[in-house]
């Protein structure tokens, strides 16, 4: 299985909403990733989980929130988001520490802030 | 932090011609170059990659090729179809510290393959 799994596909949410993005794999991966992508530009690291634990937060706003409560599973909690906040959030995973290998997308969640 | 440049931004080629992609790194410890292929509205997947110990890798019609002395890597597609048609990400892997590695991406290339 070399499938990253994110639900939902489609989120739209009011910006006083909480919400949650979901992913999971079962590669047994121990690094896990979240992504913000905006249109016609790259993925832009958000945060990375090692060993299930937090290891990178790339000065992300308190809105967004993370968790990993497995080391299959990756969350990402929303609360009061900004319209420009819409993006598609991609979460990838791939094997943990100096190994050097590939990072498997999955297919991303687009999110739309109203 | 890592830092990756990637040329063109944009590059049309026709059916059948050659197509060349260039990534620069800043970062030395960077050990692994992934190019991600994304197509509209869908995830980015892996094409190709190579590691710091080789200069050069080959996959059917993909190539990619690594100057570490000169930190730039390049993506050779050959024979290109329609089908190449997409968003082309560089990428780099290296160390944030603390045991923690990432990817840090150029800015993708928009290959459009006139038929």
């Known amino acids: 299985d070399t499938e990253v799994t994110q639900t939902p596909k489609h989120l739209v949410m009011g910006m006083t909403n909480k919400k949650s993005l979901k992913c999971e794999q079962h590669?047994?991966?121990?690094?896990m990733y979240w992504y913000k992508q905006k249109a016609k530009k790259p993925p832009e690291l958000m945060f990375v989980?090692?060993?299930?634990?937090?290891?990178i937060n790339e000065s992300v706003p308190s809105r967004f929130s993370p968790e990993c409560p497995n080391s299959s599973l990756l969350n990402l909690h929303l609360h009061a988001l900004q319209p420009e906040d819409s993006a598609l959030y991609l979460c990838?995973?791939?094997?943990?520490?100096?190994?050097?290998?590939?990072?498997?997308f999955g297919q991303g969640t687009r999110l739309t802030v109203v | 932090g890592e830092n990756v440049e990637q040329h063109p931004s944009t590059l049309s080629v026709q059916e059948g011609d050659s197509a060349v992609i260039k990534c620069t790194y800043s970062?030395?410890?960077?050990?692994?170059f992934p190019w991600y292929k994304q197509e509209l509205g869908k995830r980015p997947q892996l094409i190709i990659d190579?590691?710091?110990?080789?200069g050069e890798k080959k996959d059917q019609r993909i190539a990619v090729t690594l100057n570490k002395t000169a930190k730039h890597f390049s993506l050779h597609i050959t024979e290109t179809q329609p089908e190449d048609s997409a968003v082309y990400f560089c990428?780099?892997?290296?160390?944030?510290?603390?045991?923690?590695?990432?990817?840090?991406f150029g800015k993708g290339t928009k290959l459009s393959v006139i038929p």
């Open positions: 190579i590691r710091s110990n080789v």
């Open positions: 989980y090692s060993y299930e634990k937090l290891s």
């Open positions: 970062d030395s410890a960077s050990n692994y």
């Open positions: 990838a995973s791939s094997q943990a520490g100096e190994v050097s290998t590939e990072a498997f």
């Open positions: 590669m047994g991966h121990r690094a």
């Open positions: 990428a780099a892997r290296g160390n944030s510290g603390a045991g923690s590695y990432q990817l840090t």
